[in-house]
């Protein structure tokens, strides 16, 4: 309904960043690349990275013009989940993107789920891997089983509606996500497990675009014990809360 | 073919169930609504005792069984995408190119 009004839709595409000087470069570059006849803004929120990274965001500004490239910084680590509260609060677009700055998300995928959205009217847009055009590189057996492990636990225990719960590449309305951030309270994988588990109780439309996923940085994939226990709690505070 | 059908029935009865239902409440029900239906076959002695007996047995080995079936498929079937990170190689020297040309700064360290 919304996309048949006059004013044309904008998407703020919402970038943390710890330490991502040369691939934050590089995602804004395929940003522009694969994004055209769209309006749009990148907010960048940088959690005072000691590499420079807010000098890059600054030179970029000077390449692609400061109406694009936002750069909102925070003087600390704060956390992944305040991270969007943060952008979100500088955000113009009706629509908002979130995706991680490490570039195992391609912005290449950004007119699908644009594409979509549009076809679908959907309230959130979500990246699989799990289905026929996505897929995943750089994981060892150990981390594929894991994953899979983790997945068939969540989809027999929450039925949440979509194939992959921890992935992060997604498209909200900016409404949508506004309602479901402020009560969210998990972190790291758990925190975009229970964005969408709670997105779906709620009734919103959810749907999924394929996605690749390149793991570039193989220490950040290991999955240790701690983790897994995580996931676990997580899992259990799910099913009590939703 | 019994567990296709008990999903399909677990997926119309959680329709039944308002919204607003916990849903550890919505599982606690299910397992609720098992347990009486196999206390009622004990009950009524319609399948032999013995047999009924062992049926919560039958139930969990064959939720592990479709557990560790799924798993199997999944990692089978495991989507990788090698060509990708070519791709990406690709990408990445078109942007630094690029980048460089515009006097960002993309030297590594």
């Not at chain 1, 590189?137 to 989809?155: F, I, Y």
């Not at chain 2, 079937?77 to 006097?103: H, N, S, V, W, Y």
Request: charged share 20%.
């Amino acid at each position: 309904m919304e996309q048949r009004k006059e004013e044309k839709n904008k998407y703020s595409i919402i970038i943390p960043t710890y330490n991502e000087r040369l691939n934050i470069a590089l995602i804004v570059y395929l940003i522009f690349k694969h994004l055209r006849d769209v309006e749009f803004e990148i907010i960048v929120v940088d959690d005072g990275s000691p590499d420079g990274t807010q000098e890059v965001v600054k030179q970029l500004q000077q390449v692609y013009g400061e109406d694009h490239i936002l750069l909102r910084p925070r003087p600390k680590k704060l956390g992944l989940g305040t991270a969007y509260i943060h952008g979100l609060k500088h955000a113009s677009g009706n629509f908002v993107v979130i995706m991680d700055a490490d570039l195992s998300h391609h912005p290449k995928y950004l007119p699908s789920f644009i594409k979509k959205q549009l076809e679908t009217g959907a309230s959130i847009v979500t990246g699989t891997r799990y289905v026929q055009g996505g897929g995943v590189h750089g994981w060892n057996l150990m981390r594929k089983l894991t994953s899979r492990g983790a997945n068939v636990l969540a989809q027999t225990l929450l039925w949440p509606g979509v194939s992959d719960l921890t992935g992060s590449f997604r498209l909200y309305k900016k409404s949508v996500l506004e309602d479901i951030i402020s009560s969210v309270v998990s972190k790291g994988y758990v925190f975009q497990m229970e964005m969408i588990v709670r997105a779906s109780r709620k009734g919103y439309h959810i749907e999924e675009v394929p996605i690749t996923f390149v793991d570039r940085v193989f220490g950040s994939s290991k999955l240790g014990g701690s983790e897994i226990v995580e996931y676990l709690k997580g899992l259990v505070y799910l099913l009590v809360t939703t | 073919m019994i567990l296709l059908n008990m999903i399909r029935t677990e997926q119309c009865f959680s329709h039944l169930i308002t919204c607003t239902m916990k849903h550890v409440v919505k599982i606690l029900s299910i397992l609720v609504t098992i347990s009486a239906i196999w206390v009622g076959l004990l009950q009524t002695s319609i399948v032999p005792r013995s047999h009924t007996w062992l049926l919560p047995i039958y139930f969990v080995v064959s939720l592990g069984c479709y557990g560790l079936l799924m798993v199997g498929v999944g990692l089978m079937q495991f989507p990788t995408c090698p060509q990708e990170a070519l791709l990406l190689q690709q990408d990445i020297m078109e942007a630094k190119e690029f980048l460089k040309q515009k006097g960002v700064d993309v030297s590594s360290d």
